[in-house]
């Protein structure tokens, strides 16, 4: 099946504007993920969905992060007034209810530049 | 101090040697431990998990842990060349409200295989 997809791939964007980044993550995953990845650094957690519950938001750097998932589905993170140091790589996951517990499922990233 | 942390490398090993990645974590509550490759400019991908002190194998790579000293790592016997990329180690926080299933990842180790 589809994995996590994520999209644009690629976003270039002026130093404070806001960007908006999409992630679908795998079909029936209640749990998803966001995380930050600066060039040559690690993973950055940023916000948790799981089903109903209130987010986790306690990754997100600042108040000009946020996210929202629709439906238990589709989830998007916006950053307002965009800065140079947000420039990374943005991963979204997602994971199962059964199976290894939390064998999260990576997308293919949106690699954002701000100029 | 980090709360996973690993050296960055670059490790250099000859193919057909074994690969040797260390990872500490500093959280004694911690539960269940993570390996995960990732190739440049790709998205990591899990090869090993871990939750009960001891070793765990699967085919070329074996973890170990070591929880009374806070030490994880990831063996690979008769390394590849195309087993070069950075590997990611990953703790689960321990459980609280609205804190289950957050992964914290270390910095990622390195890994060139030499032919």
């Known amino acids: 099946g589809a994995g996590v997809s994520q999209s644009p791939s690629n976003k270039v964007t002026e130093k404070g504007k806001d960007v908006e980044l999409r992630c679908d993550p795998i079909s029936g995953h209640t749990a998803l993920y966001w995380y930050r990845q600066s060039l040559g650094q690690g993973l950055e957690f940023l916000i948790y969905?799981?089903?109903?519950?209130?987010?986790?938001k306690s990754g997100l750097p600042s108040d000009r992060f946020s996210a929202e998932r629709t439906g238990g589905s589709v989830s998007t993170l916006t950053i307002q007034r965009t800065q140079q140091e947000d420039s990374a790589v943005y991963l979204c996951?997602?994971?199962?209810?059964?199976?290894?517990?939390?064998?999260?499922?990576f997308g293919p990233g949106t690699r954002l530049t701000v100029l | 101090q980090k709360e996973v942390e690993q050296n960055s490398g670059p490790l250099s090993v000859p193919e057909g040697a074994i690969a040797s990645l260390n990872c500490t974590y500093s959280?004694?509550?911690?539960?269940?431990f993570f390996w995960y490759r990732q190739y440049s400019g790709k998205s990591p991908e899990l090869i090993m998990f871990i939750y009960s002190n001891g070793d765990k194998e699967d085919g070329r790579f074996t973890a170990q842990l070591n929880k009374a000293s806070q030490y994880v790592s990831l063996l690979i016997r008769d390394s590849q060349p195309s087993d070069s990329a950075t590997y990611l180690c990953?703790?689960?926080?321990?459980?609280?409200?609205?804190?289950?299933?957050?992964?914290?990842f270390g910095q990622g180790t390195e890994l060139s295989v030499k032919p």
């Open positions: 959280d004694r509550g911690s539960q269940s």
């Open positions: 990953a703790v689960i926080k321990p459980r609280g409200y609205n804190q289950g299933g957050k992964l914290i």
């Open positions: 996951a997602s994971r199962p209810t059964s199976g290894a517990y939390n064998e999260q499922f």
């Open positions: 969905f799981q089903g109903n519950s209130a987010p986790d």
